[in-house]
Structure formats: C-alpha cells, structure tokens
C-alpha cells in the first residue's frame, strides 16, 4: 500500500492509503475527495487535473495537458495510476464550479423580462398566484389563576376563533417555542398558518411586533447547473437568487454516470450530499445572507428536477430508472418534508416535488410546461428544454407527447474547452467576416467587458458562422488555413476567437474540433428527437405552430443560426421564442400558486411518453444528424447551400 | 483561573478551568459531568461524594464523610471550593444508579401478577385490547415495459385493493427503501399499517418471508426512575423489561431544581439529553439486544411522565409549571414523533403522551387512574402514587378529583442512607423483639440472598417496628440504649439492622435518624394532602371504601404498619390493595389499546386538579403528620398506644 495525500489549496490535507497500480480518481472518490471529472473518468473531458507535488504517478500524457503542463506536474486523474507514495494538489472544485457559471439566472435585464413574461402569461392562462399560507394576528387573555388553560390549548382556541375553523394543528416546532414567546409577547402574537379548508396548521408563532417574513425556495435542480430563489410567499416578490454547479458532477456530468456511481457503497449518501450540503445548503445561506433572511423563515420548497435528480436528491435508489424496464421509485410524492432531507429550512416545511412522468422526463420539464402554457392553445406547440437532458413536449391544449434524449452539457457550455454559462463575459453572440475569418462578437455584460468564454448562443453561432464562411466541413472540421486556425500535435483544429491579450482569460479563447464535435453530437440529439417524436405521431416539422426554447443557452440565442447548423427544424422564425429557465420559473409558480401546483399534476397525468431508445429509427435519425445541418440537405430548403 | 481535572474509571478526563472559589459541583455541571446530587448542592443528601487525587480542594467537613473517608480523600463536591489545580475522581454515576436500583420492574413474580390483574381490571371494564397496527400482505404485479407505473403508485394501488381503503399515505421512511425490498422482493411484501378509518398509513415494508415485528415502547419516566416495556403490538405479549435511575438526577432529586436548571444557558438541551440519550436510548439498546430486536421494529411509544417529566423530555420550557399561575405549554399533545426527539426507534413513530392535568398531576397519574380502574366503580376509592411526587386521586364513576404533593424519593429509597428498590437484596419487611431489640426480616430475592439495602416497604416496617418497640419518639429520635443502636460523634442516632458480615454491602445495613425524619416528611405529605383533599370535598376518612397503592414502594408493603407510622388513613385493612407500577401499567395499556388511550383522554378532561399550596390548611396539616403516627392520636383509634 502506499500513501495518497491529497492537499487543497483552503482545507487540510487528505491522507489515504492505495494499492499498486489504483486509479488516482477512484482512490479520490473512495476518500470523498471532490476533482471535477464529468466525464466520470473516461479521459474524454480532460478536468479531472490534479498537480502531482511529490512523489510520482504512472500517468498517461493525453491531448488534455500541454507539454508545458505536463512539465509543471499536471496529470490527469483518471489515466493516473498510483506506484509509490505521493502528493498531489487538487484545484478547488467550488471555484470550478463559479469559474464556470458564476451569476444567477435572472441576473440579466433580458432573463428578468423573460420571468415576468412567463408570469403574465400563465396568469392569462387562468392560473390564480394565491397560495395556503397567510399571517394572522392572534391575541390572547393573560392566563390566571382562575384561568389556568394551558399555552397549547390557549392558542388552538384563539386560532379556531380568529380563523373559523374547527381544526388546529400545532407542529412540535411551534410547541417547543410556544412558552417563551407567548410570554415574551404578553400572548399577543402572529402566526404563520396553512389554511386548508377547515383546518389550519401553525407553521410558526412570533411577537406580535416582530416582521412576520413568509418565504419560499424554489430550485431547479439541473443536472449540471442549480438555481434557486427565494420568494416573498405573501406578495410573490423575489427576494434573491442565485446558481451554483450541482456539486455532484465529479461522480459523473451525465445522469447515468451518476446513478452507477450512487450504486456503489455508500453512494447514495454521498451523492446526496453532494447535491443538499455542499450545493443547495450554502445557496440557501448565500441567499439568506444577501437577502437579511434567517433560513428557518422559508416555509416552503419546490423543487423541479428531472427524475433522477429527484431520485438522488431524496437519496432513494435511482438504479430502477436506468435499468429495464426503467421503473423509478416514484413520479409524484407529496410526502417528504425538509427535516428529511436536511435542508436547511423551517425543519418542517413541505417540499413540492414537479412531478415526474417517466425515467427521463422528470419535475424540471412537467413544471417547464406550465411555464411554456402550450397547455393552454389550441395551437400545436413543440417545447425544447436545452439542457444535459434535451427535452420536448409536444402538442396543445387537447394533447401533449414528451421525450427525452442526452444531449450532454455543451448547451451550457459544458464539454466545451472554454464553454460557460450566458453570464458575465460570455460570448453570446458572433460573426465571422468570411474574407479575413476576423470575429466580431456581443459579450454579455457591461461595455467594455473583455471575453471570458464561449456560452451555448455563442457557440451555435461560430459553429454556423465557421460553416458559413467555409472554414469547417459538414462533419466540423476545419478546412481553411488563416492566422486564427491552428492544429495541435494530435492534428486537432482549433479557431482562436480571442487572443488572451484581448480576453478577461489566461489562455486564448478558442473553439476545437472536440468542442464542434460535442455540440453537433448534442444539437444532433435534439433535432433527432424532434424528428422521431414528429414522425410517431404522423406529424411533420411543418405543422409546428410555435416552438417554445427553454434552457442555460443564453437569452441571446440567434435561432436563424440553430436553424442553419440543424439544431431546429426549418420553419418561420417568428415561429421561435426563448423562454428562458422554464424549469425555474415553473418551480416558481408552483410554489407561489396553489393553483398551479395542481394544474402541474395534472398536466403531468395527461401527458404521455415517448421512450426514444425503443423507436427503431431514432439511432439512424441521430447519426444523419450529426452533420451540419444534416445529410439531407432538403430538410433545410430555406438555408443557402455553400 | 484553575485547571479542574474530572477522572473517571471508565473514561477520558475532563478538563476545564474554574475560578477561584467556584463550586466544585457548579463547575462539574458546567462541563456536563455527571455527578450524583438528588439535592442539587444543599449538601444535604451527601451523595456528591468524589475523591481528591491531586491538588487541593476548600472542603468543609459535613457529616456525610466519615473521618476514615475524609483521610482517603473523599470530599462533597457541594460544599468544595476550587482554591488551586486540582484532580478529581467522579465515581460512575451509572452504576450509582444501577447499585441502588438494578432490575427491572415486573420482574418478580408478585410484580407480575399485579400487572396481569391490573390488565383483567381494565378489560373488565369494558376496554378492548386492540389497536390499530396490522400487518398485511401485499403482492403487485411485476413491472415490464408494457406496465411501468412507478413504485410508490404500484404500492398505494396494491394496499387501497388489499385494506379496502381509498387514501393511502406512505412516509419518507418507506419512500426511501421501496425500490430496494420490492426488487429483493419480486414485488412480494409485507406492509406493516396504520389502519383509520377509510385511509391507511404504511409504517414500514418488508419481504414477504421475513419475519414482521411490530413493536410498541411503554415508558415510565419517574423524576426518580424509568422503567420499561417492549411488547408486541399484534398481540400484547412482554418482549423486554428494564429500568433505570433518572439521568436527570444529577441535576436535582426532585422537579423544581431540575426546572431550575433547565433555566440556566443550555440547561434544556441538558435535561433533555440526561433523559434521552443517558437514560431512554440505552434503555432501548438493552432491550432490544435482550429480545433480538432492532430498534426500528418499535413503531409506536407511549409515555406516562409527571407534567415536569413530559416537558423536560420534549425540550420544551417547563419554567412556567413552577410560577405562578403555574400554566404548562401542554397537557395533551399528539405533535410528537420520535425523530422530534432522537429518540432511537422507527423515525416517524407516533409518541403516545398521557396526557397531564395540572402542573403538579401528570400523565403517571391520568394513565395510573386508567389502571386503577376506581373510574368504572359507584364505590368511592382513593388511588395514591407513592413517587418522589405523591399523587391522589379520589373519587368514582361520577367524579374524580386529584392533587400531588412533593414526598421526595424515599418510597423508592432515595435519601435514605441505605435505600434501594424493591430487588434482590431488599428488606422488604421486618419485625423487631421488643426485648432483644434483634431484627428479624424478608428479603427480596432467592433464598439465601443476603441484605443489601431497605427499600419503601422495608422502612415503614422499621420504623413501625421501632416506635412498637418505644425504640424512637414519636419525632423519629432513639430513645433507648443497645448494641444496635448507636450515635456518631454528631449526635445522629442510628439502627443497625445488619453488620456487614451478615450483609451483602461494604458496610453495615443502618436506618438513621435522617432517614426516618425523610420517611416522617414523605408519609406526612401523603397523609396531609389526603385529609386536605377530603376536607375539600366535606368527605371524611370513614367515606372512603377502597384505597389503591401504587409506585416502587414494593409489594412487600404491610398495611397495617403503613396506617401505624400515620401514612395512611385508619380504616379496615381489606380495604387497601397495592397494584403496581400504575404509570407503567397505565403507559401498557394506552399504547396497546387504542380504546385504553381515548378512555384516558376522557379521564383526564372529567378529573378535577386541587392545587394543595392555595389550600389554607395544607401547611398546618402537613406539620401535624409529622409525627409517628400523628400529633392527633384520635385519628388512630384502632392504634394500640404506647
């Protein structure tokens, strides 16, 4: 055996003991040391990069590291064999993770428009914003000697008259409380109650002078990116927001790398906590923080997730979901409450989970369709939520068909050498000029930000771009020679968008075949699904009343472009519009709105699944998509051929 | 400031740093020690013995330390000021628990029979011995590709056809391990249920052939001692017994110091852990190991505690129960589940209070009345607790009116200097030659067994015997000279009633005239709070037809003796019956029978409280008691006088 140390750059160090010839990663994730590693350790994503300090590694040199890195000890984990004792430094995962989608959603003006669009839309839909929880001002007679009533009975009664009701339930919460602040308050006091028909529920109790603040969270929670706010649950008002990596990604980008790691021991532990403490936890203080909150005044939570996220959230066995025939534990739940799950909340507030309706279409996409009101028309709309999962709805207010396919995180500028999220510093948007091959592009942020790197608009438009001007072929790879196109030792091409002189970056901003290659495997999958679903309802893509895109992509998404590279069908234009994080704004309403929350249910119920895996056509379909625009080119009529 | 070292036999050192002068006791608590002292620092129970290893200790000498302790090093830490680095050893105060009391209740044979009666009563009553836990089989159609309904709606589906129901509620707790037991399973299971009314609530799920215990948890919380069953749900059988002293003594023998210290900065999470976690839990681990059970078997638990009891088990502030107008948070609750309180049993099991009456009247004594059954008879009984507190009730069908009075642990053997439970080793009766002056006594245990301490009912006979014999005053002083008797250098007389050669014990078996002046103050409150009580209803002693004595006093208890030392009132012997640990009894019944726990409700809502301390009377009265038998010998008529 010989000793691991693993050391941080903020925390101490890690000491574990490994045997000859033992994979660094797996060493790693045995000691539950967190290296970013989406790919789960199949040297495909090159993140997994520890410093080696001491000692020595049996380690692979792949594309991933630079001769320079190589030379100042960078090893990649998971070609890294263990052969003596040794030291290594592991980047700080949580600063990858900002690195890399840094903003909340809704940060931007164009998202926070987009919020308030959906609101109004889905109030127009008919959906009242109303919710069970209320503060009712409660006073109380001073208890005596002849009065000897005790606290619990005191104020069930005073509940009961001032709400007229004849059922009051106290939660132990309330009752450990109860003496000291009704003492403190002479018994003149607030509560914070659930009305449901004819009972009412004390959530909590407070002075009658103290500000009374009845909050919410509401989280999506994506496979690669969380975002969550926190609202005001009386006025609907949001009180602040943020979004963070889902901290799970070292055991894997992908759902299905996830549900085998949470197999192993002790994994589905682990995944949980990777996903409630180290993600959703410090959110929630982040935002209690920024917002003068105290975390025990959020009374309630929804959650939108998809089915395995769910799953691995309320740490129950996910496996069900990837293994024929793909029976999940569950699609709806309305049983599970924060104390279960130890999230950092008032310890007894109900959790909303968006329902699931199969393996792969999970909570984010059935409250994304609320948020989309196809529901409500008569129109036939298709809804795409582009995330790791890519999925769609299709159909209107009589029917609705969903399917899912894995799209990876290249939508969110995951996979992608220098992908980031649509915030600060992203290149949302691009043109080539086709004689000199010289970018000009839109960078989201302030005038004068300098380019951080590439998010999912930018990249679909310098892939349409470079095809435009004829520097890449049908499969992607560079074809013209130029000042900006270069190819490494391995013959890879890569498109230099941004000298680091000119970049908020240490290294030149730039795109590579491995990039197109993921992104046109990812827009591939989409359109493919698009095509399959269409076709096993007997529909064509020219039937397509609206299309509906949701997703991290960016609000700067240029659909002429996602049309030119194959990403969406060929029809009007006008037919698109962005609807931002749906999953989010979903999650929003149910929480918000009683209404909505059961209008989610039962779309949910009416909704039906396509399981693409089992249409014969799918696998072809997808293949012919995996060109630019698509090996039939008449699918694509209105395009300029080149 | 100085170092203050805590040694155990046991277990690690606690070190903490003290001021000069401080409390050696204070300081103790302060750093969570465990010291014994049933009078929380009054130096007047002498039980806060620890022995000085090194430094030095401001120690006052008391009479509670001999001169041969004293030159050992034994010191009382109440009376210790800290004046230099010292280091002490803290005797295990566990096992000073376990020393004075070792076996569980019902564990003799008489025990026993008390309790089967005490079930035939109640069941004679009217009361069915039923619940509502089942166990029922569920079988499900194994999923596949053409049937895919999720696990949890397979569930519901299967139980609402197998019970006839149409509401189905699973918790968190089933939720979690459901893909699990129906995969191992074939879909083949065990549902242990709550069955009310048209809904039905799963508790837990097992695989078809394994075994399926349903568990139920009775407790005795004592301010003194816990004592406890297990039994099977399905059928009432005893699985495991057990009792232990009160974790919570070291912060006081009886409730006001302990409400005291619950006051103090985290006193309430203290007493609560004392209880919990010192006393319940392992409790549980020791029965659960005794009858091969796990702890996550027990799915339902019932307490019968006094109203300080049930308070301080909650964490909930029992301040007020001491101050005037005396008004708890609670008298019922039905809020509490265990994993409220950590209590290691199924998580989401319901926790059955008895519910409380008063301040001073508890759930011991509403599920005690249960026991008594004196709510079921025209005949007008008294039913008396014989605890630390002393609880009455009186009445019958038509009425009942209960009170309580602060009798201190001397029933049970506290501040009795050689005092235990009624277990092996106990005298639990005894006679004296008037001549001789030599004792002559039954022992609790096998033949053979030598004495190892007095418990209640062994005292009342000595001191009867005693003042038959004009061995001590009617103030409880030795009046006569021998070979047993004897006065240390104090003053204090004492009796022995066996040298520790024919002992069982370290030292020699002795009754002194602090323990009979406890014993004269216990008897004396219970005979006052009776006649105040009586006199309150314009009812005379004479009215009284059937007296039920319950608590650890033992069911050695001789009657007659009882009435002679003043501690009853003087009617026919046949009218008095001792039944048992009531609470305990009571605390069985309720969480067995689901009729048993609303009958007690109704008890509690019809039983009238008398606070003794408005009463005008009490005082006076309870200063005449003080006397063997009585300082109004007319209230003896059937007495032979000395």
């Not at 310890?347 to 999970?362: C, Q």
């Not at 609320?370 to 209107?396: P, Q, R």
């Not at 005038?447 to 001007?469: A, H, M, T, Y």
């Not at 249910?601 to 693409?612: K, P, R, V």
């Amino acid at each position: 055996m010989y000793k691991v140390t693993f050391k941080f750059e903020n925390s101490e160090d890690v000491e574990v003991f490994a045997a000859l010839g033992e994979n660094l990663l797996e060493v790693a994730k045995k000691a539950n040391v967190a290296i970013d590693a989406p790919c789960n350790g199949n040297a495909a994503c090159g993140k997994c990069k520890v410093k080696l300090v001491g000692g020595e590694l049996d380690s692979a040199k792949t594309r991933h590291i630079t001769d320079e890195e190589y030379a100042q000890g960078w090893r990649l984990s998971c070609v890294s064999k263990v052969i003596a004792d040794v030291e290594v430094l592991v980047p700080d995962i949580a600063s990858a993770y900002r690195s890399r989608m840094k903003v909340a959603d809704l940060g931007s003006t164009e998202e926070l428009q987009i919020f308030e669009q959906t609101k109004a839309d889905i109030a127009e839909a008919g959906i009242g914003f109303k919710n069970d929880l209320e503060v009712v001002a409660i006073t109380m007679d001073v208890p005596s000697l002849d009065d000897t009533m005790p606290d619990n009975e005191r104020l069930v009664w005073a509940v009961e008259a001032a709400c007229g009701v004849s059922r009051v339930k106290l939660p132990f919460a309330v009752l450990k409380k109860l003496a000291g602040v009704l003492r403190a308050s002479s018994f003149d006091v607030q509560c914070i109650i659930r009305r449901a028909e004819d009972k009412v529920e004390v959530l909590d109790i407070l002075p009658a002078g103290a500000e009374a603040k009845v909050c919410g969270l509401a989280i999506d929670i994506g496979t690669t990116t969380v975002s969550a706010l926190i609202i005001n649950m009386l006025d609907g008002s949001i009180l602040a927001k943020a979004s963070a990596g889902n901290g799970q990604i070292r055991y894997g980008a992908d759902v299905i790398n996830r549900i085998i790691e949470q197999q192993k021991e002790g994994g589905r532990k682990k995944l949980q906590d990777a996903i409630i403490k180290e993600t959703i936890n410090p959110l929630i203080h982040t935002m209690c923080q920024s917002a003068g909150l105290n975390t025990r005044q959020i009374y309630r939570m929804c959650v939108a997730g998809n089915t395995t996220m769910n799953h691995l959230l309320l740490g129950v066995d996910a496996d069900p979901v990837r293994m024929e025939p793909y029976i999940p534990t569950f699609f709806e739940t309305n049983s599970v409450y924060a104390n279960d799950l130890g999230i950092d909340i008032y310890e007894h507030a109900r959790i909303i989970m968006a329902p699931n309706i199969g393996s792969y279409v999970g909570g984010d996409i059935t409250a994304g369709t609320l948020a989309s009101t196809i529901w409500n028309k008569e129109e036939m709309s298709l809804f795409i939520d582009l995330g790791t999962n890519g999925e769609l709805v299709f159909g209107n207010a009589e029917f609705m068909m969903s399917c899912a396919c894995s799209a990876g995180p290249a939508f969110e500028g995951g996979d992608i050498s220098c992908g980031m999220r649509a915030t600060d510093g992203a290149i949302e948007a691009c043109k080539i000029d086709k004689e000199t091959m010289e970018p000009t592009f839109t960078i989201v942020g302030d005038e004068g930000q300098k380019p951080v790197g590439l998010c999912g608009s930018g990249i679909i438009d310098v892939i349409s771009e470079l095809f435009r001007c004829g520097m890449i072929s049908p499969k992607g790879k560079f074809i013209r020679e130029g000042e900006r196109i270069r190819h490494d030792k391995y013959g890879m091409g890569s498109y230099v968008l941004a000298f680091k002189e000119n970049a908020a970056s240490v290294k030149d901003i730039e795109i590579t075949e491995v990039d197109i290659d993921n992104f046109i495997r990812a827009k591939g999958a989409i359109f493919s699904a698009i095509r399959v679903m269409l076709q096993s309802l007997d529909f064509d893509v020219s039937m397509i009343d609206h299309v509906y895109v949701a997703g991290g992509i960016g609000s700067g998404i240029n659909m002429k472009n996602a049309v030119s590279i194959g990403m969406f069908p060929d029809i009007e234009l006008e037919k698109f519009s962005y609807i931002g994080n749906s999953s989010l704004s979903g999650a929003y309403t149910m929480l918000y709105s009683t209404e909505a929350e059961a209008k989610v249910a039962e779309l949910s119920h009416n909704m039906t699944y396509l399981e693409l895996s089992n249409e014969p056509t799918y696998m072809d379909e997808f293949v012919a998509c995996c060109f630019i625009p698509h090996t039939d080119a008449t699918l694509f009529p209105s395009l300029e051929m080149y």
